[in-house]
């Protein structure tokens, strides 16, 4: 046996080592597959309630052409932002990021496995609730989709940056709670249920939900194009949050 | 070649606490430096700034000639950290736990020989949390030396082991070290020390207290130890002045000092000169545990000399 440790110090390429992570950010994923469901299960209730039925009132005759890119964007906030941030906090106390932080993987390469398993996550479940909402009679505009994809693309940056600061900063308790507690406000009165209040452009920069929900309906319901005014407001949230997370990051 | 680690003059405090107060220590390339110490003693916090999840309040620290916190990306594939508890995903198993972390080395150690060799195999599909605390220690080194690093630190690395699994871990480092591994490991167990360091730097209160091999430490001047039983009430006299000798209970002498054969002989001819009847006669090595004990506990232990 003799020689079997000799060392030969290295790391994998980068590559290499970011796919292992994405893989075991997945695979433990689906190993709280009830918590995915049940990360569903609000948006589809919602979708199903509010869309199918006259419980809520909803601005237009339309209702699932409210109610379903809302309930889009509620999924997206939910598995980026409530979901991540409860995660990455257990993680923390855990002491699993410390250990990672004592391995070759490094801090953006931890940052980039964590959004991609996100991102891989929210692709799933948009498909299966759009899926939903096609077979409840939802008729989107196929056309207006890129312009869709890049608020969602904006918005999950924004929620995994916020959900990433306050697992940094608070204890796991705390970030659940106070996700959790964000995840109810948001769904009250970003818009989703029934209609978001009037704060004018000053409502999308307060409500990232709301300003989301309201760039999918303009665009996949209607059509349209998105205001500036959403793209600003989920721009800024993104870099604010991306930045605050990546400077505040820390591994123990 | 730099030396593995260099620790200048380290102090680290948890608010107006000093933790480690003023620590300078080296462990040379390919050698086995055992950190000794009761609880608290700062163990920990210093391998912490070594490790660079600390940084230093002042002094400096050097691990392969790299800064440990600045450096942190270009060190850790060198590096085989052991933390002393925790650190893995409750729910991933201790396979996909070890094959991840051999997944980011380049050249990794074969997984299921590490896990033969730890006697992991048969967890190799527990997940985390169902293992015990003496498998979780034992995951955690295997996942320490996956990567075949050249420096490996070690903090408490048989905690919570059983003395089967301490034996395996220590034949373990042995192999390390002779693999030209270097090893700087914390432990508060004297056994472990004595067997394994070639080095050993006894900490107390945040203090190196003493430095040196655990033959160096044992065998210093005078700490040997004479024990004589005789009759009882003799008193010595100049020509034992220059030994310490106490009489602890009636007719049982302890002497000790300078004790080389000819001193032994003298001792033995001044009882003789008493008429003294002697009926036992034992020499006693001071071991790693009585220079610890005197050095960590102060007056409370017998201190010679």
């Known amino acids: 046996m003799s020689g079997a440790f000799a060392p030969a110090p290295g790391r994998a390429p ?37 869309g199918l039925t006259e419980a809520t009132n909803v601005p237009g005759d339309d209702r699932l052409a409210f109610v379903v890119p809302g309930v889009l964007a509620l999924t997206v906030m939910s598995t980026a932002f409530t979901g991540q941030a409860i995660t990455t906090g257990y993680e923390r106390s855990y002491g699993v990021l410390k250990r990672l932080g004592a391995s070759p993987l ?41 312009p869709a994809l890049g608020v969602t693309v904006l918005a999950t940056a924004a929620y995994s940056g916020l959900a990433l600061l306050m697992a940094s900063r608070l204890r796991p308790e705390a970030t659940t709670g106070a996700a959790t507690l964000i995840y109810v406000l948001m769904l009250a009165a970003g818009g989703i249920m029934f209609a978001a209040p009037d704060l004018g452009t000053f409502g999308w920069f307060l409500l990232p939900l709301a300003a989301h929900a309201e760039a999918l309906r303009e665009t996949l319901s209607y059509g349209g194009s998105v205001p500036t005014a959403i793209w600003l407001s989920l721009g800024t949230w993104a870099v604010v949050f991306v930045t605050a997370a990546a400077r505040t990051f820390r591994w123990e | 070649m730099t030396d593995a680690v260099e620790v200048r003059d380290v102090v680290v405090r948890y608010g107006d606490t000093p933790a480690v107060d003023g620590v300078s220590l080296t462990v040379p390339r390919g050698r086995v430096l055992s950190l000794l110490g009761h609880n608290g003693a700062g163990k920990t916090s210093l391998l912490q700034v070594c490790e660079g999840f ?59 020989m590490l896990l033969d060799r730890l006697g992991l195999r048969k967890f190799e599909r527990t997940r985390w949390r169902r293992l015990s605390g003496g498998e979780q220690q034992r995951l955690s080194l295997a996942v320490a030396l996956v990567g075949r690093p050249e420096l490996v630190f070690l903090d408490e690395p048989t905690a919570g082991m059983d003395t089967e699994a301490r034996h395996t871990t220590w034949r373990l480092i042995e192999e390390l070290r002779a693999d030209g591994v270097t090893v700087l490991l914390t432990t508060h167990l004297l056994d472990e020390a004595e067997r394994l360091a070639d080095d050993v730097v006894i900490m107390r209160s945040g203090v190196v207290a003493a430095t040196g091999t655990p033959a160096e430490l044992t065998k210093a001047a005078g700490i040997d130890l004479l024990e004589v039983r005789a009759d ?74």
Do not use: C
């Open chain 2, 232 to 305: 009882p009430g003799l008193v010595p006299d100049g020509r034992l002045a220059h030994l310490k000798v106490t009489e602890p209970t009636p007719g049982e002498y302890t002497i000790t000092g300078a004790l080389d054969a000819a001193v032994i002989a003298d001792v033995l001819s001044w009882f003789a000169t008493k008429n003294a009847q002697v009926t036992a006669v034992n020499t006693h090595r001071r071991t790693l545990e009585d220079v610890y004990l005197a050095l960590t506990a102060g007056e409370k232990t017998r201190v010679y000399r």
């Open chain 1, 14 to 50: 980068l590559r290499t080592v970011v796919a292992s992570q994405i893989r075991m950010e997945l695979t433990l994923t689906a190993r709280r597959g009830e918590a995915v469901v049940l990360a569903m299960g609000v948006p589809l209730l919602v979708l199903l309630g509010a």
């Open chain 1, 106 to 146: 490094t801090r953006p390469g931890l940052l980039f496995a964590k959004t991609t398993a996100v991102l891989g996550l929210i692709v799933l479940q948009l498909i299966t609730l759009a899926a939903v909402g096609l077979a409840v009679g939802w008729r989107p505009h196929l056309g207006s989709i890129l």
């Open chain 2, 54 to 112: 600390r940084r230093a309040d002042s002094g400096t620290v050097r691990v392969l000639g790299l800064d440990p916190m600045g450096d942190h990306d270009a060190l850790m594939p060198r590096l085989g950290i052991m933390l002393q508890s925790g650190g893995v995903y409750p729910w991933a198993t201790a396979g996909e736990i070890l094959r991840l972390f051999a997944s980011f080395a380049a050249t990794p150690l074969d997984v299921d």
